[in-house]
């Protein structure tokens, strides 16, 4: 069966340090992937998505850049961190044989 | 743009009873999806319940039901024989197949308190 892990589950990064959330999907290949962003109380706002190996598309400009360096890793990452990068980043995948996107466990980034 | 709107911020149901959650979308498209999520406390997002626009019959997963009226633009998220697990909040999202990207967007969520 097809599962999703992200880590570190829980992070806090003072302002200015680098940042890197990954994500892997296992028992699929060639998913869509996705990172979505959730502030406090809020929705979700999608940041990046990934068709296929080396293909990104940033949704919002921001502080944020993502990469996929393997077919089933998803990499968000940033040099210097912000007090508004601060959220619940959640990765999620696309199986391309059905139209269901499921999330991973969800990472809590604290900037201080 | 998708837009998703959710106008119940907020809900409470006694246990063992049924609470429908609403949403409207708006989209000038015809091939397009509806989903509703869970979230719990913890922050994971649970998938539940699928509808395709071309599907004639309303989703169902145990549980919960979609009722959905296209002509409407509405997707309602039925809930019957609430449980305490129940309690989250609950987010309907859509998606266009025009692009093959499958990305959600989201409305802004409800919260559901189930009560004993």
């Known amino acids: 069966s097809q599962t999703i892990h992200q880590w570190p589950a829980t992070l806090v990064q003072p302002v200015g340090s680098p940042l890197s959330l990954e994500c892997t999907v296992e028992?699929?290949?060639?998913?869509?992937l996705y990172w979505y962003r959730q502030a406090a109380g809020r929705g979700l706002q999608l940041l990046f998505y990934?068709?296929?190996?080396?293909?990104i598309s940033s949704e919002v400009p921001q502080n944020l850049s993502a990469s996929r360096p393997q077919d089933r890793q998803f990499i968000l990452s940033s040099k210097k961190l912000l007090l508004s990068d601060s959220g619940f980043y959640l990765c999620?995948?696309?199986?391309?044989?059905?139209?269901?996107?499921?999330f991973g466990e969800g990472s809590w980034l604290t900037v201080v | 743009a998708q837009k998703i709107t959710q106008t119940q911020p907020g809900m409470f149901v006694q246990e063992k009873e049924a609470v429908t959650l609403d949403c409207t979308y708006d989209?000038?498209?015809?091939?397009?999806?509806l989903f509703w999520y869970k979230q719990p406390s913890s922050g994971e997002m649970i998938f539940l319940i699928y509808q395709g626009s071309y599907d004639e019959q309303n989703a169902t997963e145990g549980r919960y039901s979609l009722n959905f009226q296209k002509a409407r633009k509405s997707a309602n998220l039925v809930i019957s024989a609430s449980q305490l697990g129940d309690s989250a909040m609950y987010f309907c999202?859509?998606?266009?197949?025009?692009?093959?990207?499958?990305?959600?967007?989201f409305g802004a969520g409800t919260t559901v308190t189930v009560r004993a």
């Open positions: 989209t000038s498209d015809q091939s397009y999806g």
């Open positions: 990934s068709v296929g190996i080396g293909q």
């Open positions: 999620a995948w696309r199986d391309n044989s059905g139209n269901t996107i499921y």
């Open positions: 999202a859509m998606t266009h197949f025009a692009y093959n990207d499958y990305k959600l967007s």
């Open positions: 028992g699929t290949s060639n998913p869509n």
